[in-house]
C-alpha cells in the first residue's frame, strides 16, 4: 500500500498517539521517574515515523512499566534489589528448580493477569491500525501489545500465557494452569489469596490516607517496606524450602 505521507508544516494525523505514549500513568505504578518527551523529540520522532515505508518496531520491558509491571535495570527495577531471573538452564535442572519457579508465579500470577494495556501500547496498537507501523517484535512476555490491538506480534522471549508439558509437549492456557495448581496446592492457594487480600486493604488505606490529606482523589502511594514483608509472611510458610526464595516475585511473570 502506498507510503503514508503529509506536507512538513502540517500536524500529523498520528501526532495525537505519538503524545499520548508518552503520558505517565498515575502514580503508584511501576513507571521509573522520567522527563516529559520535548517537542523537538516528538517532532523528530513524529518525522521519523511519517519518513518510513515499513517501519519495524522494538519494544521491551519499558513499554509495560506504566502497566504496572516493574522493568529491571531502572533505579527501582526488579534487578536494584538483588533479583537474578531464572535462566532456562536452571529450570530444566531439575523437579527442585520448576517447584521453585511455579510457586514464585503462583503467587504472582494474579496481579500480573490484572495488567492492562497502557497509553503506549494503545498508541502503537493506533499507529499499526492507520498503516504507519508494519511490523511489532517484544521482547515481553505479557502479551499487553495484543491486548492493545496490535497484530501479528512477534513475542521474541514467548509468554507467560501459554505453558507447555516437557514430557508430552501438550499446552495449555496460563489461566486454566492456575487452577490446575490451586487444586493441587489448597494451603499454597488459600495463603495467596490472603497475600493478595491484604495488599488490596493496604492500598486502600494509602490512598484514602492520601485523599485525607490533599482533599482529594489520588492514586495510592508504593507500599512500605513493612506491607511487603507482612504480604510474604503470609505465604512463606507454605512454600518448600530449597533455596532462597522471596515470596511474592519481584516479576510477578515467575521469572
Not at 513475542?155 to 516437557?166: Q, S
Not at 514483608?229 to 512463606?236: E, F, G, P
Request: with cysteine; aromatic share 4%.
Amino acid at each position: 500500500s502506498p507510503t503514508p505521507t503529509r506536507p512538513s508544516h502540517a500536524p500529523s494525523p498520528h501526532h495525537q498517539a505519538l503524545v499520548s505514549a508518552s503520558v505517565s500513568a498515575p502514580g503508584g505504578c511501576a513507571a521509573p521517574a522520567a522527563p516529559p518527551l520535548s517537542p523537538s523529540s516528538l517532532a523528530s520522532l513524529t518525522d521519523f515515523v511519517a519518513a518510513s515505508s515499513r517501519l519495524l518496531v522494538l519494544t521491551g520491558a519499558g513499554a509495560s512499566t506504566e502497566s504496572g509491571v516493574p522493568d529491571y535495570r531502572s533505579p527501582g527495577g526488579a534487578y536494584s534489589s538483588g533479583f537474578k531471573p531464572m535462566t532456562v538452564q536452571t529450570f530444566l535442572s531439575g523437579p527442585a528448580a520448576r517447584a521453585r519457579y511455579w510457586a514464585r508465579s503462583f503467587a504472582g500470577y494474579e496481579p500480573f493477569a490484572a495488567t492492562r494495556p497502557n497509553a503506549g501500547h494503545a498508541a502503537l496498537a493506533g499507529l499499526q491500525a492507520r498503516g504507519w507501523v508494519d511490523s511489532l517484535i517484544t521482547q515481553n512476555v505479557d502479551r499487553l501489545h495484543q491486548s492493545a490491538g496490535s497484530r501479528g506480534v512477534i513475542e521474541l522471549h514467548g509468554t507467560t500465557h501459554v505453558v507447555r508439558c516437557l514430557g508430552c509437549g501438550q499446552k495449555q492456557g496460563r489461566a486454566g494452569f492456575q487452577e490446575t495448581l490451586a487444586a493441587l496446592n489448597p494451603a499454597a492457594a488459600e495463603a495467596a489469596a490472603r497475600m493478595h487480600a491484604a495488599a488490596k486493604a493496604a492500598k486502600a488505606r494509602r490512598r484514602q490516607a492520601a485523599t485525607a490529606a490533599c482533599g482529594a482523589s489520588l492514586e495510592a502511594p508504593p507500599e512500605t517496606p513493612e506491607e511487603v514483608d507482612a504480604r510474604k509472611a503470609l505465604i512463606q510458610d507454605h512454600i518448600r524450602e530449597d533455596g532462597p526464595l522471596a515470596i511474592p516475585v519481584t516479576r510477578p511473570d515467575g521469572d
